[in-house]
C-alpha cells in the first residue's frame, strides 16, 4: 500500500452500466477493471532529472519479455505494461517503495479521477465524421456532392495552397485521451473493480491510466 497521498492505478475498461445513487438517481458509469500493480522504479531529480513512479500492470510469461526488460524488472515479476505517475508537487512520492503493491483500496467513493487511454481507431473518415461539416445542399442540382469537404485553397488564401492545418478527411480515432472529473461510485476490493461516473476511452479492454 501506498503511504503519500498520491493516487493512481492502471486498469482495463470493461462495460458501462447504470448506478443508482441514494436518492435514487441513475448516472451512467463504467466498470474497469484496475490493479493491483507494484512499484518497479522510482525516479529522482537527482539522477534522472524528475520525479517520477513507475509501475507494471499485468502479468505475463518471461518468454514475452525482451532480456532487457526482465532485467528491469527484475524478482519483482514479469508485466505486460509498465507507465509512469508524475507527481503534482515536489515530494509527493514520500513513503513509496520499490516493491509497493498498489490496489482499488486507494480510491474510495466520491473521490474526482482522471481517466487517460487511446480512443476506438475509426479508420479513414471523411470531413462530415471527422471534423463535424455539414455538407454541401441536397438541391439545385447535386447528385454526389453532399458529404464533400469543399474548396481546400484558393481565394488568395496562402497564395493559393493548402494552408497549414487544413481540416480534411484522414485517419480518425486512436488518439491519447484524457477525461478529467469523473467520480468514483463505487470500489470493489476483492472484484478489484473500479466504477467511474460517465464514458471513458477506448474499447473493451484498453488500457486505462486513473488518477486521483
Not at 7 to 18: A, F, P, R, S
Not at 88 to 95: F, H, M, N, V
Not at 168 to 174: D, I, N, V
Not at 186 to 211: F, K, M, N
Amino acid at each position: 500500500m501506498i503511504l503519500n497521498k498520491m493516487k493512481y492505478i492502471l486498469g482495463k475498461k470493461q462495460y458501462m452500466t447504470q448506478v443508482f445513487d441514494e436518492n435514487g438517481t441513475v448516472h451512467p458509469a463504467t466498470v474497469i477493471s484496475a490493479g493491483p500493480i507494484v512499484v518497479t522504479q522510482i525516479r529522482s531529480k537527482e539522477k534522472d532529472g524528475y520525479e517520477a513512479v513507475q509501475v507494471g500492470y499485468g502479468t505475463t510469461s518471461g518468454k514475452r519479455l525482451t532480456k532487457a526488460q526482465k532485467g528491469h524488472f527484475g524478482d519483482k515479476g514479469f508485466f505486460q505494461h509498465a507507465k509512469e505517475f508524475r507527481p503534482k508537487t515536489s515530494g509527493g512520492l514520500d513513503g513509496v517503495a520499490v516493491g509497493n503493491s498498489i490496489d482499488v483500496s486507494v480510491f474510495s467513493k466520491g473521490d474526482m479521477v482522471s481517466v487517460a487511454g487511446v480512443s476506438k481507431g475509426k479508420g479513414f473518415q471523411g470531413v462530415v465524421k471527422r471534423h463535424g461539416f455539414k455538407g454541401g445542399p441536397r438541391s439545385h442540382g447535386q447528385k454526389h456532392s453532399e458529404r464533400e469537404p469543399g474548396s481546400i485553397g484558393g481565394g488568395g488564401r496562402a497564395g493559393g495552397r493548402v494552408i497549414r492545418g487544413m481540416r480534411m478527411a484522414g485517419r480518425m480515432g486512436g488518439d491519447r485521451i484524457q477525461i478529467k472529473n469523473l467520480t468514483v461510485l463505487a470500489t470493489d476490493t476483492e472484484a478489484q473493480t473500479l466504477i467511474v461516473s460517465g464514458a471513458v476511452p477506448g474499447r473493451r479492454g484498453t488500457l486505462l491510466e486513473i488518477r486521483g
